[in-house]
């Protein structure tokens, strides 16, 4: 499309990159590390603390292969569980908890990673005007060799108020706060 080849044409360009693996930690890691997951040992989710795959601090290439850019970090983290994206030098928010971003703040929804240090979708909602999303039609899948089931709901609410849009109007804002200090 054109808007992408612009943006590779403004900067780099993966003509060979592919997906280390499947799973979404091992995956992260291997992106964050620049490792194959055989080589950082992270080859699958972690469900708790203890599970072997937080990347020791002097792993992570991401950071030290850009010393002059600023790092800035949106979405789920889901790389371990004792260092958080800022301890790395990132700045902007991780969702905490596996991966319900929405927990705490949709209504009729609530799971127990609720996230620990407030909530900035929640703000950004109330920023925008939307009210607090509802979820109906919940249900749990029951696939006896998964740990972790699917879930799956209906969001009542506008496009507008979805995590998506809120993903993106962060990038957006941290892109120009970083404009304008330049």
């Known amino acids: 499309t054109p808007n992408m080849d612009s943006i590779a044409a403004a900067g780099s360009r993966f003509e060979q990159a592919f997906c280390a693996s499947s799973v979404c930690t ?38 030290s292969e850009l010393p002059n850019h600023q790092h800035i970090y949106i979405g789920k983290w889901h790389i371990g569980h004792q260092k958080l994206p800022q301890e790395y030098g990132f700045v902007g928010h991780n969702f905490d908890g596996y991966a319900y971003p929405g927990s705490g703040v949709y209504q009729n929804l609530a799971f127990d990673s609720v996230p620990l240090n407030g909530n900035r979708y929640q703000e950004w909602l109330q920023e925008k005007g939307f009210a607090l999303p509802k979820v109906s039609d919940c249900t749990f899948g029951n696939n006896p060799n998964l740990k972790i089931q699917e879930f799956y709901g209906l969001l009542h609410a506008p496009v507008e108020a979805s995590i998506p849009y809120f993903l993106v109007d962060e990038a957006i804002s941290h892109i120009e706060k970083c404009l304008q200090q330049n």
Do not use: Q
């Not at 992270?42 to 002097?58: F, I, W, Y």
């Open 26 to 63: 091992p995956s992260r890691t291997s992106l964050f590390t620049g490792k194959m997951p055989s080589h950082h040992g992270v080859m699958c989710n972690s469900d708790k603390e203890g599970d072997k795959c937080d990347v020791p601090l002097e792993d992570a290439n991401l950071i």
